[in-house]
């Protein structure tokens, strides 16, 4: 992945935020995968208040403390959660559309930058926050240590990523329990998506599940501990990994 922003003319989920929050109203986003068939996303799920979140999102919102970072923060619905609870967050996102709605509906510190852009992001920060299949961000498999070593940098002594993922182990599993996976195959939750709005559509890009036990088997290697938050109710859960 590089350590790009989005164009204008390229962003649907952001060109969606912004019709949703400026006309109240927006199309659905069509979500296209080579391993899935043909998906729909409603914007409103973008723009969840507290009263609607998840049991994950809760306890996530709930641990974040000291100087938070949540890292593609797309409506600023996190965000504006942790401010009203007092708490110091910085809301960085890839898409100038989805800044821009941050920054109208009140995130006080809302910079479109990308996660691995050295140039653009040097501060510490405590937490780092990265919610609704956060795992995402880190593309594939093979860009795990190079994620965690840019967490690193980004995170004072003793600070802690909380990301939330999905083991897609499910999608493979028999009726009789037993799974079907080729082992000489990619890593079985490497995805690749590719979004459309109104007729436009954007950028393939990778996104990545991971379950718990390789995620952590990467997050040690790399001088992290590990733990799970919170379990959701269908193979999604809350990962905690604190710099040791
Ligand atoms: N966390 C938000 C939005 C999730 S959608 C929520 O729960 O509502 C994922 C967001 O990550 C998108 O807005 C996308 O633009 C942003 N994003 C993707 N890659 C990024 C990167 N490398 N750095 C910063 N933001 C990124």
Known sequence: ??????????DPMGQAIYDYFTEGKASQIKV???????????????????????????????????????????????SLI?????????????S???????????VKDAECLNLYDKSALNEKFDTILLLMNGSGIIGKISNIPNFLNRI???????????????????LYENEDGSVDIDLNSNYYGEVDYQMEYRGK???KFDWLYIDFYTLSMYAEMSGFSTDIL??????DYLAKLTLI
Request: hydrophobic letters at 35%; zero cysteines; charged letters at 35%.
């Open 32 to 78: 296209y995968s080579s391993m899935f068939d043909d998906d729909t996303m409603s914007v409103s799920e973008l723009f969840k208040s507290r009263k609607e979140l998840s049991e994950i999102e809760k306890k996530a919102l709930m641990e974040a403390k000291g100087r938070i970072l949540d890292v593609g923060a797309g409506s600023g619905r996190h």
């Open 82 to 94: 942790l401010q009203e609870d007092g708490k110091s967050v910085k809301a960085i996102d890839i």
């Open 230 to 235: 919170e379990k959701g109710e269908h193979y």
């Open 96 to 106: 100038p559309l989805s800044v821009e709605v941050m920054k109208k509906r009140g």
């Open 1 to 10: 992945m590089g350590d790009n922003i989005l164009k204008i003319e390229n």
């Open 201 to 203: 559509k954007g950028a």
């Open 152 to 170: 690193k940098e980004l995170l004072n002594p003793g600070g802690m990523i909380l990301m939330d993922s999905s083991d897609l182990i499910y």
